[in-house]
Structure formats: C-alpha cells, structure tokens
C-alpha cells in the first residue's frame, strides 16, 4: 500500500514538474513569436529600430489590450532569470563565428567549461574565507563580551 502512495506521489510530483515546464516553454514561444513577428516586420519595412524594441512595444500593447500577464509570467521570468547568458561575449561569438565551433567546438567547450569551473572554484574560496574571518570576528565579540561581564562582576563583588 505504501509503495503505491509513494509511486502515485512521485507521478503527481513528475507531472507537476512536466506541466510547469511545459507551461514555461509555451510561454518562452509565445514571447519569442512576438519577437519573431516584429523582426520579420522591420527587416520588411526598414524601420530604424531592432525587432526586439519593436516586439517589446508589440508585447506591451498586448499586455495593456486585453492579453492576461499570467499567460506569459513565468516564461517572461525564465528568461530574465538566464539573461546573462544572453550578453555573455562567448555566446554571442558562438553564434557570430559558428563554423569556428565545428573545427575546435571540443576545445572551445573546454576553455569555457574550465573557465567557468576556476570562476566557481574562486568565488568559493572566497566566500568560504569570508565565512572564517565572519566567524573569527563574532567569536572576538563573545569574548570582549565575556571579559567585560566577568570584570563588572568582579567590581560588584
């Protein structure tokens, strides 16, 4: 019986997590089509502005005309949540230089890959630094504490 209720749990969970992300990604594709629309409309007529400033005022219209928030939340706050990859110098050069990736991809993905874990090797020695100093300090505080209870008791007594 138990093990029932733990596969019916974990199913329910599973497919709470499926419909969410498939939720996320139809929100992602909806927004992208806007910007597809309003792309396609100034490579079409020229315009001087970027498709993506004309599908954010497309996306704004809609959002003031009737077009519920919620219908597109969470893929709007997935995006924003993964933005900096979006302005990272080395995708916008996988993108610009992509035949450089079909020769030295491999090489390429273990610069970045070593990149990334030396940044986070970093960043946690730091932390884990700061955290000792953090804690050095708070225990100088008990003890200047302490010293100064145990004289102001010695005066009293």
Excluded: H
């Excluded at 396609?40 to 077009?67: H, I």
């Excluded at 700061?130 to 009293?156: C, K």
């Amino acid at each position: 019986m138990t093990i029932r209720r733990s596969n019916s749990l974990a199913a329910t969970r599973l497919g709470s997590i499926a419909m969410r992300v498939g939720k996320i990604a139809l929100q992602t594709a909806a927004i992208a089509a806007v910007w597809s629309v309003a792309d396609f409309v100034v490579r079409r007529t020229g315009l001087p502005v970027s498709g993506g400033v004309l599908g954010l005022g497309l996306l704004l219209v809609l959002l003031f005309g009737g077009v519920a928030t919620r219908w597109v939340e969470d893929g709007a706050n997935w995006l924003l949540s993964d933005m900096l990859l979006f302005f990272i110098p080395a995708t916008i050069a996988a993108v610009k230089y992509g035949g450089l990736f079909e020769q030295d991809g491999w090489r390429l993905a273990l610069v970045i890959v070593a990149g990334t874990v030396s940044v986070m090797v970093a960043v946690a020695c730091a932390v884990d630094m700061a955290a000792r100093f953090e804690r050095r300090l708070a225990l100088q505080r008990v003890r200047v504490a302490r010293s100064a209870r145990r004289a102001a008791w010695m005066e009293r007594a």
